[in-house]
Every structure is written in C-alpha cells, then in structure tokens.
C-alpha cells in the first residue's frame, strides 16, 4: 500500500517569553510518521502528550508560539510527495478540506452558532468549488448527507438545536464534504457519551469503507482504537514509543506504558482491584532525562534514566522504543 | 512578600509598552503641576497681578494673559481642579457601578430587571440637556466641585454596571463559585472574595476612562458658561476665558493654546495608560503568567 | 440499614423557547431512590438525561417543581440548605474550574473548615487539614500557597476530594469525578472513593455515564433516560443481566479494548436534545429494539423484577 502523508524527524514547540524568560515546550518532539492510503491508522496518548499538537503540525497549522524547529511534512497529492512546509501560504489554503480535513475536539469550534448548519456547509462549498447556482450547492449537499444515512433536515437547524452526538457527526459530515484523501480527526468523541459515541465511530467507519481514504484519529480511550482502528501508535512526552497493526498492539504490547493503557481500565463483570500509575504525566519544558516515562514505569532499569530509547522494528510491522530486558 | 513581587513585575512589565512609557512622563508632569499650585505666589482668582499680554519668556514661563495672570500658575491650579472633579465623578461612579452590576448579575430575577431598567434610563436620558438645565437652575450648587462630580456620576455608572452585570452573569455558573457555596460561604463574602478579583481590572480601567470623559464634559460645561464659576481656574474655564477675551484675535496664542495642548495630553495619557493597562490585564494573558518566574 | 439519603417523586420541569414558542421539558419525571450508610450508588445515563439536573436539586442549587429531599431522616426545606451542606459535599467534573484561578488552593480550604466552626485557630485548621490531604494522598506542601494552574488535573481533582471532606459529610455527590482526568490517574482516584467508603464509613452519589467504573466502584446503580429511572438494582444484576432495552444499549456501546469484539449492529441516535422528550408513551419507544404498539401510547410502570426495578412494557404484569 502506498504511503499518502509522510513526517521526517518532525520537531515542533510552543516557544513562549514571558518577562524575560523563555520556555520552550517541547511538544513533537522529533516524530517519524508514515501513513499509508486506505487504513485507520489511531494516535494513543494522555493529555499533555503532544498528539494534538501532532496534528496541528500535520496540518501545516503553525502558528506563534507554535513553532517548525525541524523536519519534514510529506503529502502524496496526484501521485507525488511535496514539502508541505515549502508551500505558500495559499497553496496550503487549497489543500485544506480538499486534500486533507479536520475535526476538531469540541464541535461548536466549526459550527458557527449564528448560522444554519446549511450555511457553514455552503461557505467550504464556495470557497472550493465553482458551482452555476446555489441549487447545485445545495444537490452536493444533499447527496453528501445521504450518503453518510444523515437526515436532510438538519441543514435547516442551527447548531444548538442539534444534540451533542449529532453535531458532531455534522462536523465530520463537513469534513468530508470535499471527499479529502486525509480526515485527522482529534478527541472526537471526548464530549459525548457512549451511545452517541458509537453513532460518531459508526459514521467514521462507514465513511473509510465507501471512500477508502485515510482516517488518523487522536485519542486517549483505548477502546475506540480497538473498534475503529488498524494501526496504530502511543506516543508519551512528546514521542512515539511503540507502533504496530492495532491486534497486534492489543494481543503483544511490549511498552509498559501501553501495556498499563490496555489493562487499566475496568470491564464489566470484573471487581478485582486496579491500579493507577504513580505520579503523573511529565513536564514537557522539562522532560525526565533519558527515556521520558523512566520515573513511572515499573520495569525501570539504570539505563533507562541515561539513555533515549530509539523506536526500533522489533517484529515486522511493530516497533518499540524500549530498552530490552 | 509575594504582593511586593507582583507589583515590580507588573511594573516592569507594563513599561515595556511605549505607550504606557509616554503616557506615564506626561501623568507625572501634571502632578507635578498639581503640586506646586500649592506654593503659587498668585491667588488664582485675583487679576492684574502681573502685567498683561507678555508672550513667553523666562519669568514667566507660559506668558500671561489679558486679565494679567501668569498662565503658568493658572494652569497648575487647572490641572489641579480637573483633576479633582474627574477622581471624584470616577470614583463615585465606580463605586455605583460595582454595587449595582454585581447586584444585578448575582442575584438575577426581579432585582436584576428593576436595576437594569434604572441604569438603562439614565442611558438614554439626554444628559446633556439634562446638566445644562441643572448648572442653570442650581448654579451655586454645582460650582462646588464634589457636587459637579456627583452630578456626572450619575449619569455614567450605568454602561459599565451592564458590563460588570454580564461578567458576574457568567461567573456565577463557574464551579468554583458552586464550590464556595458548598464552603459555607456566606453571600457578601463570595462577592468580595471570589468575584471581585475578576471584575477588578475591568473597573481600573473604566475608572480612567470615565475620567477623561468628565474633564470632557466640565470642559463642555464651561465653554457654554455653566458648571463652575469662571474666575476658578479648571482646564474647561481657561479655555471658556481665553475665547471670551478674543485671545487669538489678539495674538496672545499662548493663553488659548495652554488649555488646549494640556486637554489633548491629558486625554491621550489617559486613554494610553487604559488601554495598555487593559491589554496586560486580559485574563487570558493573566493566566498564563501565574507560576511564570518564579 | 439506615438511609443517608432518599429522593421522592422528584420532579423538575423547564419551560424553553421564546415567548411565542414555550416548550415544557420534564427533565426529571417522578424519580426515587435512596442511598444507605456507607453504599456508593451510581446515577447513571447519556447527557441530558436527568442526572446532573438531580443532583443540583439535591445540592440546593436549583428548586424542585415538586418531590421530597431527605437527609438522615429529616426532610429539606425550601431555602434551607445551609444546614444540610455540613453532612452533604461535592466534587465536580472539571477539577481546573473547581478553584477560583486567582486564589491560592489551601484558600478555600481554610474557608470551609472556618465557617463550619470545624476549628478554632489556625493550627487546630492546618492538622484538620492535613488528615484529609493524606487520606487523599496529597502533601500539604503540594497545595500550601499553590495557584490552580501550578497543579495537574490528577491532583486538583484529589484537592477537591480533600476539601469535601473536610465537614466530614456523610455523603458525596460526585458528578463525573473522573472524566476529565488521564486515564493513568483514573483508577487512583476511583479507588480512594472505596478507600474512604471503608474507612469512613462515606456515601458517595457516583453520577457518570461510564459503566465500567461504575461497576468498578458501586453497590447499587439506577439508569435514567430522558428524566425517568427506567432500570435500578444491583449493580451485578442491572449491568451483567440488563433488563430494560436501553440499558442493553449503553452497555453494548461501550468500546472494548479488544480488536476481536467489535461492534455488530448499526444504531440510531436522536437528531435533536428535545425530540425525544416531548414524546408521549415511553420515550425510548423511537429507538427500541424490542418497540410494541403500547410503547408508543403508554407510559410503561414500575415493576420489579429479580430485585430489580425495570419499567418497561417487557415486563409487565411479571412479579417478582
């Protein structure tokens, strides 16, 4: 399978003065990513680990303090790799929402509340395609929705009216409106609750399967990657510490920090005691020397606190970065 | 120790806007000027102390007008009674305007339409007419300052109790102000405690920004010959006198352009120290910089 | 055993919309239950289904339309609260707006221990203090002079905890405690509510719609939709044998993480917060997948079944 976005070494960080003295969070912070056309490819990680950050980067959305310290940033658009970050300002524009789309956490940041919804779809319609007459836009519009089994008459309401579940799945509606090869999506699901949950992962999933094109979606609920995803990643403080095909991360998960995400968490039917990790979730101005997660993990060893892990294959398709026992 | 901390950073920082730099000089001329009209050698309201009509020079340093005063001199107790009358409509307009927003914006229901409907009145009321009718009818009342002051509190608390109304509206629904009722925490406490602190910055800077509309309207007043006595000397009667006395057709520039120059200074000091003091104190930016250099 | 807490036939209902459009929302319709001695019941249903608007009616934050309120045996007047809030606390979901931004943390500590008269000088407060900090597993140092923004959401959650027990209440109403905290720091803060359960003897009101930590912590647990209790009992029976067809629903929805146990069945959510409502009869006769003709004319009643209070159409006329 082809790749269609790739990253290089991408290192970027929110770089902020205040009287004088300046702190640099290190956010991404020197990611490797290669995604390929046609899979759900799932983005594991707390707050404060730097995956939203990641997809603003991917996005080619850099914006003070924000800053591109290093790297590369590929898509594969009519067959070719081009340098994202060598593009003009309006060249990326055009890419956006056409080539590749993006859902943000909280709905109401890409619903306008003044508008019908209506309105927010006909603005990208607009600005991307040359239509004769409204009627047309409106046709697009409509099939759109039948295709993702959305009823047409939530174009006429406005944003407040529509319930958590829903608004969201319009949001990603807008997404895909220009049936864009790359969908990021971050957190989409945080704000709902679980039966308006999988209505959301439902659509995701049906929209992959008509269009095949590439879903990368963030999110910390370990349980929606084993749904919707086939591959996937965890990345802490930062970096990526293991990526592998989503069963296989779930059958064999080498970090201690992803076996800890996989069992953590309660099941139905089971009452024996859990435990959390100690301590909490590392500074990213000041991560621990070594590898990030040393001072948290319970198969720490001496090496760990002096030396970076690198994200090494340790089996095809699955690589770690963790020193072996 | 950690308040003294804040106040040299606040410093510190703030002068690093060039408008607050500015604005902050010239402040500190006018008090200046505010400090010695207490030792003048001229009685403010006397004429003909000094000859008439002598451009500026070394001795006197502004000149003198027709009346034979020293526009120097003049102008310190100007600026000084200004002043006066702007701090005292602020301060009391402030006051009103913190009581009643808060009021209104806490308690919600009836007590919050009965008092938004008064303040929306005194919004539209014709003030100017309003102050004209009043300086006419009691005009040995509002020759005294405080009085003039009260008079032009009045009719500007309202906007900014409608801005401190819809602030306390939002902060009411926070979970930290649930929290202090749960604490025990009785009503006028929360208040002072929890809710002041976020209306505060919103207050210092309508403060000075109702005061450079109070000069503006005592110089209003006193060019249409009302308000305060003309022979006490204030910024708005200055300018009433020289115009009076046909300065410029005289070609004494200097007594008509004193309380000009000094009424744009004022405004523009004022309004920069506002608006830089406004941008530092967005909370936004506050936030961010609690726990910052430590 | 003795009741700490019971609800009876509460009800609240909200009028929406312009003057020239008034909508009446029931958002919660003829609700009971009760809570007992050292017992974590959990409340629990989608957003917008009754159980946060419940639980500010038993905080005294908003006035019931009708319905009683009753704590250790004495029932909750109008106005009146003040004189509960020493036995009953809470903790909400978001721990960063649960402190004032502008004020140091240990602010409010001191506040709740002297307005309730818990101490008498300022040392008698900082022991008080103290022993709930430890109980929750935090320093003092870690919260002395500390701004909001200085703390992670992990232990400005356990902050809030410590300060609820401060009055030493006998119950806690926590609504959606964990939510918003890393799923590392989750459980640590799931299992002080059963520490404190035992060692204190504490109630703790878990609202939530996550069923797995419910489950996790709870005795008891009542699911609501759209206002109404539509299952109560156990929380073995109501979340491993689930009656009612919502309930099935919620429990199925959740993501399991494991890639062999995906979803089979397609759903359908509500289009909009109000439709499903203002309908008569059961109103999750939309959705149902066992839907019969009375659902949708009908409001369904109350029958227990197997110890459990399921009211659904399914049911009735079965005893238990």
Redesign the interface.
Not at chain 3, 45 to 48: A, K, P, W
Not at chain 3, 97 to 103: A, I, Q, V
Not at chain 3, 182 to 191: F, G, K
Not at chain 3, 253 to 263: C, L, N, Q, T, Y
């Given at each position: 399978m082809s790749e269609v976005l790739k990253t290089e070494n991408l290192k970027a960080f929110y770089i902020l003065e205040y009287w004088g003295e300046k702190r640099v969070i290190k956010a991404v912070n020197n990611v490797n990513l290669s995604i390929k056309q046609n899979e759900i490819y799932g983005i594991a990680g707390e707050s404060g680990c730097g995956k939203s950050t990641l997809l603003k980067a991917l996005l080619a959305n850099l914006d003070p303090p924000l800053q591109l310290i290093d790297g590369k940033l590929f898509y594969k658009t009519n067959g070719d790799f081009i340098d994202v970050f060598s593009l003009t300002k309006k060249e990326i524009k055009n890419l956006r929402w056409s080539f590749i789309s993006y859902i943000p956490q909280g709905s109401m940041h890409v619903l306008n509340p003044v508008k019908k919804v209506k309105d927010s779809f006909l603005e990208i319609l607009e600005s991307h395609i040359k239509a004769k007459d409204i009627k047309e836009y409106f046709d697009l519009m409509r099939e759109h929705l039948k295709d993702l089994g959305l009823s047409p008459e939530i174009l006429e309401a406005y944003p407040h009216q529509l319930s958590g579940g829903m608004r969201q799945r319009v949001v990603i509606a807008l997404a895909t409106l220009l049936h864009p090869q790359v969908i990021l999506a971050d957190e989409p699901t945080t704000a709902l609750d679980v039966v308006a949950q999988r209505a959301v992962i439902q659509l995701l999933k049906d929209i992959q399967e008509t269009f095949k094109n590439t879903i990368i979606i963030v999110t910390h609920d370990m349980g929606i990657h084993a749904q919707l995803t086939t591959r996937m990643s965890i990345m802490y403080a930062g970096k990526i510490i293991e990526e592998a095909p989503t069963q296989e991360i779930f059958k064999n998960p080498i970090h201690p920090y992803t076996k800890y995400l996989i069992q953590s968490l309660p099941k139905i039917g089971e009452k024996e005691q859990r435990e959390g990790i100690s301590g909490s979730p590392p500074s990213l101005i000041y991560p621990p020397p070594g590898c990030a997660f040393h001072p948290r993990c319970p198969e720490a060893k001496p090496e760990c606190a002096e030396e970076e892990p690198k994200l090494i294959e340790v089996s095809p398709q699955h690589k770690v970065a963790c020193f072996p026992n | 120790m950690k308040k003294v901390n804040t106040v040299k950073s606040l410093i510190y920082d703030l002068f690093k806007d060039y408008r607050f730099v500015v604005a902050f000089i010239i402040i500190c001329i006018f008090i200046l000027l505010v400090i010695l009209s207490f030792f003048s050698p001229y009685n403010p309201q006397r004429m003909y102390q000094v000859p008439s009509g002598l451009p500026p020079s070394f001795k006197y340093p502004l000149g003198t007008n027709w009346l034979g005063q020293d526009v120097f001199w003049q102008l310190t107790f100007a600026v000084k009674n200004s002043l006066i009358i702007a701090l005292v409509t602020a301060f009391f307009s402030r006051i009103i305007a913190v009581i009643i927003g808060i009021l209104a914006g806490y308690k919600g229901g009836t007590t919050d339409r009965v008092i938004t409907t008064i303040g929306d009145t005194t919004m539209v009321l014709p003030f100017l007419i309003i102050l004209i009718a009043i300086s006419m009818i009691l005009k040995d009342w509002t020759n005294n300052f405080f009085n003039l002051g009260i008079l032009l509190a009045f009719f500007s608390w309202a906007w900014d109790a409608r801005v401190i109304r819809s602030q306390v509206l939002s902060l009411r629904e926070r979970e930290f102000v649930k929290v202090a009722v749960l604490s025990g925490m009785p009503t006028i406490r929360i208040i002072r405690k929890q809710l002041l602190p976020h209306v505060l910055p919103i207050v210092f800077t309508t403060f000075i920004n109702n005061m450079s509309w109070a000069i503006g309207m005592e110089i209003t007043l006193a060019y249409l010959g009302l308000g305060i006595d003309p022979t006490v000397p204030t910024i708005g009667t200055m300018l009433q006198t020289a115009i009076y006395r046909q300065a410029l057709f005289m070609g004494l520039w200097w007594w008509l352009l004193t309380p000009i120059v000094t009424a744009i200074l004022l405004f523009v000091a004022l309004y920069w120290i506002s608006v830089s003091l406004s941008e530092y104190l967005d909370p936004r930016a506050r936030f961010q910089r609690i726990g910052f250099g430590k | 055993m003795e009741k700490v807490l019971e609800v009876k036939n509460l009800k609240k209902i909200y009028s929406i919309g312009s003057i020239f459009s008034k909508v009446k929302i029931t958002a919660v319709d003829n609700v009971s239950f009760y809570i007992n001695k050292a017992e974590t019941f959990t409340l629990a249903?989608?957003?917008?289904c009754g159980k946060t608007t419940t639980a500010k009616i038993i905080?005294g934050?908003e006035e019931p339309t009708s319905g009683d309120i009753i704590i250790e045996d004495k029932p909750i007047q109008k106005n009146k609260f003040?004189d509960f809030?020493?036995k009953v606390?809470?903790v909400?979901?978001?721990p960063f707006?649960?402190?004032?931004?502008?004020?140091t943390i240990d602010?409010?500590f001191y506040?709740?221990v002297f307005?309730?008269k818990m101490a008498k000088n300022k040392s008698h407060a900082e022991e008080i203090i103290n022993e709930k900090l430890k109980a929750v597993g935090l320093s003092f140092d870690e919260i002395n002079?500390r701004?909001p923004?200085?703390l992670?959401?992990?232990?400005l959650q356990r902050a809030?905890i410590a300060?609820?027990l401060l009055t030493n209440p006998s119950i806690l109403i926590a609504d959606e405690p964990v939510s918003m905290v890393?799923?590392?720091?989750?459980?640590?803060?799931?299992?002080l509510f059963s520490k404190l359960k035992k060692e204190t003897g504490l109630s703790v009101l878990y609202i939530t719609?996550?069923?797995?930590?419910a489950?996790?912590v709870s005795e008891r647990i009542a699911i609501m939709f759209r206002g109404n209790i539509v299952e109560m009992g156990p929380v073995d029976k109501v979340?491993?044998h689930p009656k009612h067809p919502y309930t099935q629903?919620?429990?199925e929805?959740?993501?399991?993480?494991?890639?062999?146990?995906?979803?089979k069945r397609?759903?359908?959510?509500?289009?909009?917060?109000y439709t499903e409502y203002l309908k008569t009869g059961c109103k999750f006769a939309g959705r149902c997948q066992n839907v019969m003709e009375t659902c949708k004319k009908e409001e369904p009643k109350e029958v227990t079944v197997d110890n459990v209070i399921v009211k659904c159409h399914l049911y009735n006329g079965r005893r238990a």
């Open positions: - | - | 249903g989608e957003s917008g905080l934050f003040q809030r020493k606390q809470a909400f979901q978001n707006e649960s402190f004032n931004p502008l004020l602010d409010i506040e709740t307005n309730y002079g701004y923004t200085e992670s959401g992990g232990q809030s300060r609820s890393d799923a590392s720091l989750r459980m640590s803060i799931v299992n719609h996550d069923l797995a930590t489950y996790y979340l491993i629903l919620l429990i929805s959740i993501p399991e993480a494991d890639p062999d146990k995906k979803w397609k759903i359908s959510i509500a289009d909009t917060e």
